[in-house]
T-cell receptor, first 109, second 114 residues
Framework: GENVEQHPSTLSVQEGDSAVIKCTYS??????FPWYKQELGKRPQLIID?????GEKKDQRIAVTLNKTAKHFSLHITETQPEDSAVYFC????????FGAGTRLTVKP | NAGVTQTPKFRILKIGQSMTLQCTQD?????MYWYRQDPGMGLKLIYY???????DKGEVPNGYNVSRSTTEDFPLRLELAAPSQTSVYFC?????????????FGQGTRLTVV
């Protein structure tokens, strides 16, 4: 089955800096790559996603890039704010959906 | 429109007991999933279903069973509960992963096995 690796496991940045989280996947059949944000005690919520026929997607301060050849994709958050502090998960999907282990992002004011 | 609803929200089980975690969605989604999330860890796929009558194992299916008799419902059965099954369980649904549509999560069931 699909295996998703996510790095780093923790990330601390100053408010206003950028944050980058990277993921790799193993199954070349995966064609959908969502990113979820999970706040403490809450359910995961989708923040951005990308399909395999697209190389990059941007939504305000958040962007995702996908390199199908290398089987890796990344989340970029610019101008970070304290409310961006949370755990972020990447996932790769074809029929099922497998998640990375998560990145705990802390944005210091 | 309730989305994905899980019951119960909390449960304490004794070792060896059994229970069913309920999950229902009202979005007419084809795909449904069960995940477990241990403290400070990621989401591990237990079982998933691509439609009524079809279920498949995920990464960690041992100790669990599922059924999908209707589009709306996807219950997760725990037989002979063990302390290792202490976790938060999330149910999710999507129209289709192949088409790349968002998976919506339920609020979770926090299960403790003592």
């Amino acid at each position: 089955g699909e295996n998703v690796e996510q790095h780093p496991s923790t990330l601390s940045v100053q408010e206003g800096d950028s944050a980058v989280i990277k993921c790799t996947y193993s199954d070349s059949a995966s064609n959908y790559f969502p990113w979820y944000k999970q706040e403490l005690g809450k359910r995961p919520q989708l923040i951005i996603d990308i399909r395999s026929n697209v190389g990059e997607k941007k939504d305000q301060r958040i962007a995702v890039t996908l390199n199908k050849t290398a089987k890796h994709f990344s989340l970029h958050i610019t101008e970070t704010q304290p409310e961006d502090s949370a755990v972020y998960f990447c996932a790769a999907s074809f029929n099922d959906m497998r998640f990375g282990a998560g990145t705990r992002l802390t944005v210091k004011p | 429109n309730a989305g994905v609803t899980q019951t119960p929200k909390f449960r304490i089980l004794k070792i060896g007991q059994s229970m069913t975690l309920q999950c229902t969605q009202d979005m007419n989604h084809n795909y449904m999933y069960w995940y477990r999330q241990d403290p400070g860890m990621g989401l591990k796929l237990i079982y998933y279903s691509v439609g009524a009558g079809i279920t498949d194992k995920g990464e960690v299916p041992n100790g669990y069973n599922v059924s999908r008799s209707t589009t709306e419902d996807f219950p997760l059965r725990l037989e002979l509960a063990a302390p290792s099954q202490t976790s938060v369980y999330f149910c999710a649904s999507s129209y289709s992963t192949g088409r790349g549509t968002e998976a919506f999560f339920g609020q979770g069931t926090r299960l403790t096995v003592v």
